[in-house]
């Protein structure tokens, strides 16, 4: 049973440019949660999806947004990159709706921005 | 002003000794998570409390969470290089409406080096 899955593993990329994360969650699970961890840091939430919708979204810009398809994999895209967006981007995922479900993390995206 | 804090940041010891990591607020959570994160991985879920006063063993780990919900703290006894690690504590969200649909809030993480 394979858990979570991230591609790529590393990307590098130039300020102005747009990347795109892809994430494919646990067996069985359908909700996808995405979280950006800088260098030394605890994760920060970016949003959740659920039913293909963004559910819920942390204090980040217009400038990251998700989409989650019908097998529910997710993708993450960031445009405009900044400097300060290059971290580790963590999908989590977790089955069903409730608040109690343990959430299993991928090994993440290294983004950096040169 | 951080949600979670989590002290110290920065532990080095060696094999065989004891430690405590501590995660502290103001706030009061119905529950509490403790995960480890390994170095190109993602974070891994040692434990949930959900009692306060509640003391969970694992291993060599212990995690207890206060009797008032607002802080929880990790023990290490008789730690060992495999223990090495960033050691994350986390609670769970809400929305505006008030109900919890699994976002996680992390403090900033215990960085632990267990020399051998």
């Known amino acids: 049973d394979a858990g979570v899955t991230q591609s790529p593993t590393h990307l590098i990329k130039t300020r102005g440019q747009q990347v795109t994360l892809r994430c494919s969650p646990k067996?069985?699970?359908?909700?996808v949660s995405w979280y950006q961890q800088a260098l030394g840091q605890g994760p920060q939430f970016i949003f959740q999806?659920?039913?293909?919708?963004?559910?819920q979204r942390g204090n980040f810009p217009d400038r990251f947004s998700g989409h989650q398809f019908p097998n529910y994999s997710s993708e993450l895209n960031v445009n405009a990159l900044l400097l300060g967006d290059s971290a580790l981007y963590l999908c989590?995922?977790?089955?069903?709706?409730?608040?109690?479900?343990?959430?299993?993390f991928g090994p993440g995206t290294r983004l950096t921005v040169t | 002003t951080q949600l979670l804090e989590q002290s110290p940041q920065f532990l080095s010891i060696q094999e065989g000794e004891n430690l405590t990591v501590y995660c502290n607020s103001s706030?009061?959570?119905?529950?509490l998570q403790w995960y480890r994160q390994e170095p190109g991985e993602g974070p891994v879920l040692l434990v949930t409390?959900?009692?306060?006063?509640e003391v969970k063993k694992l291993k060599r780990l212990t995690f207890q969470f206060g009797d008032a919900r607002k802080d929880s703290s990790l023990h290490i006894t008789a730690a060992q290089p495999g223990d090495t690690g960033l050691y994350l504590c986390?609670?769970?969200?809400?929305?505006?409406?008030?109900?919890?649909?699994?976002?996680?809030?992390f403090g900033q993480g215990t960085i632990l080096t267990v020399h051998p």
């Open positions: 986390a609670v769970l969200g809400a929305n505006a409406g008030g109900t919890s649909y699994g976002k996680l809030t």
């Open positions: 706030s009061v959570f119905s529950s």
């Open positions: 409390v959900v009692t306060g006063g």
């Open positions: 989590a995922s977790s089955p069903g709706t409730g608040a109690s479900y343990e959430q299993y």
């Open positions: 999806y659920y039913e293909e919708e963004e559910r």
């Open positions: 067996s069985g699970h359908d909700t």
